[in-house]
C-alpha cells in the first residue's frame, strides 16, 4: 500500500514538473522572438481566398521579407467572425499590436476605451499621400479636439448600386428606372411576366438595411437630418420623415418586388439567383461586384449594367448618391511602444500607401484613394462600378453610423416590416436603442 | 477498516483534480457572470455598477420571453420528438442483423456530423427556390403547401425543430437498445411462457423494465434542448426579425452583436435559473411517477 502511495505521489510530483517545464519552453521562444528587432502582430479579416483577400495578405508576407528586423505575426480572421473576435480580446485587454477596424461606431468604441492611438506621425511624414485620399477618407479615422487621425482607410465600402439584366430589360421593352415611379412600374412589369425585380438575401438582416434601406431613407430624410438623429440633436427616428422612408421600403415589399423566402436566404445565394437570370435587378454592395467579378463567366458579366438607385422626387435628399464611404483600415494598438509603435507604423503604411491602394483597386475592390487603373486589369463590371462611385455623392451607410444596438433594431425591423409588421413599431425600437446606446456612452 | 478508510482518502484525491477543474471552468464562470450581469459594460470600456437593472430589462423584454417560448417549443418537439422515436426504433432493431445495424447506423450518422453542418443541409433543404422540401409537395401536387419554411414565422419554429429532432435521435437508440438488452432474458422467458406476447409484454415487461432509463433520456433531452443554439444559428440566426430566436441566440447577439456584455451575462444567468427550474419540475414530476410505480 505505501509503495502505490509514493508511486502515485511520485506521478503527482512529475507530472507538474512537466508542465511547469513546458511553460518555461514557451517563456523561452517568446524571448528569441525579441532578438529580433521587433516583432508586430496584426490582425485583419482578409481570410477569404478572392483577390482583394490575397493581394492584402500578400502585402503583409512582402513587408516581412522587406524588413528583416521586423517579424510580423499576421493571424487572418474569416469576415463573418472577425468583430466578435476583436471585440472578445478587446473585453479581455488582449488586443494585437496593428489589427483591422471598420470606419464608424465600430471604431468609436475603440476610441472612446482608449484602446487605439493616432497614426498622425505617418501623415506629417507622407504629405502628399495623405492628400491623396479621396474626400471624407481620412475624416472617418479622425477623432478628439487635434483632429488627430486613427488610420487610413484601405478600401471603400459603397454599399447600394442597383445591378440590371440588360437582356431582361431588353425582352420586355423597359427601360432602366430613373426615377421612384418608374421603378414601381418597373417592377410590376416583371412580375406580370413571372420573373422576379429584384433579387435579396437577408438572411443575415443587414443586407436589407445597408444595400437598400439606407439609400431610400437618405433620398427621403436627407443626410442632415440623420446625422442629426444619430446624435439625437433636434431630430428622433419617430419622426414623420423616417416613418415615411420606412414606407417606401414597404411600398417595395408590398409590390412584390422581392423573391418569395427573401428572408432565408443569404446575400451570395442572391447573387447566384441574379447572376443566373432569374431576377431582373438587385441592390447590392461593391462587394457583389467583386465577387460576380471572381465568379461569373464574362457573357453574365457583360450582361450585367450597374447603376443607382432612383431618385425619389418628394424627398428631401440629394438623388444621385450611393450609400458608403471610407472602408476599414488598420490601426494601432494605444499599448504598442518603442520599436513595436515603430514597425506598426510602418506596417500600416505598407499596407495603406499608394502601391497598395493600386494593389488592391486592381483585385477588383473600391479604395477611396485618387488612383488611376488601367481597364484591361480589371474586370468590366467593375471598371464601370468604380467610375460610377467616383462620379456620384457618398450618403451615409446606417449601421456604420447607428450604435450596434439601433443598427440591430432597424435590421430586424426590416425584417419585420418584410413580414408584415408595423412601422411606427419599428421606428420606436430604433429611437429606443439609440437612446439607450447614448446614454451608456 | 484502515483499508476502507485509506480508500476513500483517494478517492477524494484522485476526484480533486477533475473537481477543481469543473470548479474553475464551469462553478466559478457561472458566479463571474451573474456578478458582470451587474454592470453596464460594452466590453471595451470600463464597466459600471448599475445593480439590478439588467435583470429587471431581461425580465421585462417581450424578445426574452419570446426566446423562452421557442425554447420550450425546441423542448417539447425533442421529448415527445427524439425519445418516442428513438424508442420505437429501439424495439424495432433490436436484433443484428444486417439489415437493422445498416438502419441503426444511418439513425446515428446526424450525431457524427457536426451540427453546423446539419444546420447548412436542413438550410439547404428548405430553401425557397431550390429546397427539397417544396420540390417534393410541386411532385406531389400540393403547391398550396409550400412555403418559405425558415422565413415564414407562423411555421419556422416547427420546421427548425425537425433538425434538431433528426440531429440528436442516435444517442438515444443506442442507449434504449442497451436498456433492452440489459433486460434478463429469464423474465422474458418467464412472460413468455404466462401467455404475454406482442403488446402485452411491451407494456407489462419491457417498457417498465427501461423506465429508469427513460427517465435518463429525458433530463438529458431537457437540458440538450434548453442549450440548442448551433443548428438555429446557422439557418435562421434567429430571425427573421426574431422569430425564432432562443435563449442561447438571444444572449449570443446581445453579447456580440450589440456589444452588451453585462446585458448578456445577465440574460446568462436568466437561463442557468431557468434550466435549473425545468430541470427540478422533471425530477418532481418523475419522482411522482416512480413512487406509483412502486407502490403498485
Known amino acids: 500500500m505505501r509503495n502505490i502511495n509514493l508511486f502515485l505521489f511520485l506521478m503527482v510530483l512529475i507530472s507538474i514538473w512537466l508542465t511547469a517545464c513546458n511553460s518555461d519552453q514557451t517563456e523561452n521562444t517568446e524571448s528569441t522572438g525579441e532578438s529580433a528587432e521587433a516583432t508586430v502582430t496584426i490582425w485583419h ?36 467572425g472577425y468583430r466578435q473576435r476583436i471585440s472578445t480580446v478587446a473585453a479581455a485587454q488582449e488586443l494585437p499590436d496593428v489589427f483591422f477596424t471598420y470606419a464608424g461606431s465600430f471604431t468609436d468604441q475603440f476610441y472612446n476605451g482608449g484602446l487605439i492611438q493616432p497614426i498622425t506621425p505617418l501623415m506629417e511624414e507622407h504629405s502628399d499621400w495623405a492628400d491623396s485620399f479621396l474626400p471624407t477618407g481620412l475624416e472617418a479615422y479622425e477623432y478628439g479636439d487635434n483632429g488627430d487621425t486613427y488610420s487610413a ?52 438582416p443587414w443586407v436589407a438595411q445597408s444595400t437598400t434601406f439606407g439609400a431610400i431613407a437618405d433620398r427621403v430624410t436627407g443626410t442632415e437630418w440623420f446625422m442629426n438623429a444619430v446624435e439625437q440633436d433636434g431630430a428622433s427616428f419617430t419622426d414623420p420623415v423616417f416613418i415615411e422612408a420606412l ?40 462587394w457583389t461586384v467583386s465577387s460576380l467579378a471572381a465568379s461569373a463567366s464574362e457573357d453574365v458579366i457583360e450582361n450585367i449594367g450597374v447603376t443607382v438607385v432612383p431618385r425619389i422626387e418628394d424627398g428631401e435628399g440629394r438623388a444621385n448618391t450611393i450609400t458608403g464611404g471610407p472602408g476599414g483600415g488598420f490601426v494601432l494598438n494605444s499599448e504598442a511602444e518603442g520599436n513595436v509603435k515603430e514597425a506598426g507604423l510602418e506596417l500600416i503604411y505598407a499596407l495603406s500607401n499608394e502601391e497598395a491602394q493600386k494593389a488592391i483597386a486592381e483585385s477588383d475592390s473600391m479604395v477611396m484613394y485618387d488612383v488611376d487603373i488601367e481597364p484591361e486589369n480589371v474586370s468590366p463590371l467593375y471598371y464601370e462600378a468604380f467610375n460610377l462611385a467616383r462620379s456620384v455623392e457618398f450618403a451615409p451607410v446606417y449601421d456604420l453610423y447607428l450604435s450596434a444596438a439601433a443598427g440591430e433594431a432597424i435590421n430586424n425591423g426590416l425584417q419585420e416590416i418584410m413580414l408584415g409588421g408595423d412601422l411606427e413599431t419599428v421606428a420606436e425600437k430604433v429611437q429606443q436603442a439609440q437612446v439607450q446606446s447614448l446614454e451608456e456612452e | 477498516m484502515q483499508d476502507i478508510l485509506k480508500a476513500k482518502h483517494w478517492i477524494i484525491i484522485s476526484l480533486l483534480p477533475a473537481l477543481l477543474l469543473y470548479t474553475f471552468i464551469v462553478i466559478v464562470p457561472i458566479f463571474w457572470s451573474s456578478y458582470y450581469g451587474f454592470f453596464k459594460w460594452s466590453g471595451m470600456n470600463e464597466p459600471s455598477f448599475i445593480g439590478w437593472a439588467n435583470y429587471l430589462e431581461v425580465v421585462n423584454d417581450p424578445i426574452f420571453w419570446r426566446a423562452l417560448k421557442n425554447n420550450m417549443i425546441i423542448v417539447v418537439a425533442s421529448v415527445f420528438g427524439q425519445v418516442p422515436i428513438a424508442l420505437l426504433l429501439a424495439l424495432l432493431l433490436r436484433k443484428t442483423t444486417l439489415f437493422q445495424r445498416f438502419v441503426r447506423s444511418a439513425v446515428f450518422l446526424p450525431m457524427v456530423i457536426s451540427t453546423v453542418v446539419v444546420g447548412l443541409i436542413w438550410g439547404y433543404i428548405y430553401n425557397p427556390e431550390f429546397g427539397i422540401v417544396n420540390a417534393l409537395l410541386e411532385m406531389l401536387g400540393l403547391e398550396s403547401w409550400t412555403r418559405a419554411w425558415l422565413s415564414d414565422p407562423a411555421v419556422n419554429m416547427y420546421a427548425v425543430s425537425v433538425p434538431i429532432i433528426w440531429n440528436y435521435i442516435g444517442p438515444y437508440l443506442i442507449i434504449f437498445i442497451a436498456a433492452i438488452q440489459n433486460i434478463p432474458t429469464e423474465i422474458e422467458d418467464a412472460a413468455k411462457m404466462d401467455g404475454a406476447n406482442g403488446f402485452r409484454k411491451l407494456f407489462y415487461i419491457t417498457l417498465p423494465m427501461m423506465w429508469t432509463t427513460i427517465k435518463v433520456a429525458v433530463v438529458l433531452c431537457i437540458s440538450g434542448s434548453l442549450k440548442a443554439f448551433d443548428q438555429v444559428f446557422v439557418m435562421t440566426g434567429g430571425g427573421p426579425a426574431q422569430s425564432t430566436e432562443l435563449l442561447a441566440t438571444y444572449m449570443y447577439n446581445n453579447t456580440f452583436m450589440t456589444y452588451r456584455y453585462g446585458y448578456g451575462s445577465a440574460v446568462s444567468t436568466m437561463i442557468i435559473i431557468v434550466s435549473l427550474i425545468l430541470i427540478l419540475i422533471s425530477q418532481i414530476l418523475m419522482r411522482r411517477k416512480e413512487e406509483k410505480g412502486m407502490s403498485i
Not at chain 1, 481566398?49 to 510580423?72: G, K, M, W
Not at chain 1, 422576379?196 to 438572411?203: D, E, F, L
Not at chain 1, 446575400?267 to 443566373?276: D, G, K, L, P, V
Open chain 1, 247 to 286: 414606407g417606401y421600403f414597404k411600398q417595395l415589399v408590398d409590390a412584390d418586388a422581392y423573391q418569395e423566402g427573401a428572408n432565408s436566404i443569404d446575400n451570395t445565394q442572391a447573387e447566384q439567383y441574379f447572376a443566373q437570370g432569374k431576377a431582373a435587378m438587385m441592390i447590392n454592395g461593391s
Open chain 1, 45 to 80: 479579416n482578409f481570410a477569404g481566398d478572392d483577390l482583394r483577400a490575397r493581394t492584402v495578405r500578400d502585402l503583409i508576407d512582402q513587408f516581412d521579407e522587406e524588413n528583416p528586423n521586423i517579424s510580423v505575426e499576421a493571424e487572418a480572421i474569416p469576415v463573418d
Open chain 1, 153 to 204: 482607410p484601405v478600401g471603400m465600402s459603397s454599399t447600394s448600386y442597383l445591378f440590371y439584366n440588360k437582356q431582361l430589360f431588353e425582352a420586355n421593352e423597359v427601360e432602366v428606372p430613373e426615377t421612384w415611379d418608374q421603378f414601381l412600374d418597373v417592377i410590376h412589369t416583371f412580375n406580370d411576366q413571372d420573373i422576379t425585380p429584384i433579387a435579396m438575401g437577408n438572411q443575415a
